[in-house]
T-cell receptor, first 110, second 111 residues
């Protein structure tokens, strides 16, 4: 089945720094999603991507759907303490079998 | 209530207990899901219900039993669980399998 590799597993950064994380798949997807999970809560959708090459922003967050349809990245600019949490990528092919990455745990030091 | 709600938020149970997790979605979605989240592992899909019919069961042990009485409610009945079943259990809903809206989860501890 489709496997999602998400990296890095964890990041420790200073407040104000930019962050980049990515996901790669062994198969093509037609939907890429990025979620954030705060401690003790469920994942919350940050950005949804539906077209190869698509670049979408949500405030300080920017995500791109890779041209090959097998990868996606998420960038966070000028990180702040409330960016702390676990970020998950997810992908699916025509709404079947949504797959999730293992997550990137982000720590922001003030 | 809005979005997806789950109760209880925390549950501690012994291996011989029977308990149930409840999920309710207020989004008018037609699909609901149970996921298991263990530390440092990808979300594991357990069950999918589409239009109230179970469409997927990913080799989940029979000690987990789902129930979907209508499109807004989903239950996970638990019986004779093992300590390795301790995890965060997440419910989600979607429209036609698209973007998942997740509930806050139930943190389950099996003693």
């Amino acid at each position: 089945g489709q496997q999602l590799n998400q990296s890095p597993q964890s990041m420790f950064i200073q407040e104000g720094e930019d962050v980049s994380m990515n996901c790669t798949s062994s198969s093509i997807f037609n939907t890429w999603l990025w979620y954030k999970q705060d401690p003790g809560e469920g994942p919350v959708l940050l950005i949804a991507l539906y077209k190869a090459g698509e670049l979408t922003s949500n405030g300080r967050l920017t995500a791109q759907f890779g041209i090959t349809r097998k990868d996606s990245f998420l960038n966070i600019s000028a990180s702040i303490p409330s960016d702390v949490g676990i970020y998950f990528c997810a992908g699916s092919y025509y709404n079947n079998d949504m797959r999730f990455g293992a997550g990137t745990r982000l720590t922001v030091k003030p | 209530e809005t979005g997806v709600t789950q109760t209880p938020r925390h549950l501690v149970m012994g291996m011989t207990n029977k308990k149930s997790l409840k999920c309710e979605q207020h989004l008018g979605h037609n699909a609901m899901y149970w996921y298991k989240q263990s530390a440092k592992k990808p979300l594991e899909l357990m069950f999918v219900y589409s239009l109230e019919e179970r469409v997927e069961n990913n080799s989940v042990p029979s000690r987990f039993s789902p129930e979907c009485p209508n499109s807004s409610h989903l239950f996970l009945h638990l019986h004779t669980l093992q300590p390795e079943d301790s995890a965060l259990y997440l419910c989600a809903s979607s429209q036609d399998g698209n973007v998942h809206d997740f509930g806050p989860g139930t943190r389950l501890t099996v003693l």
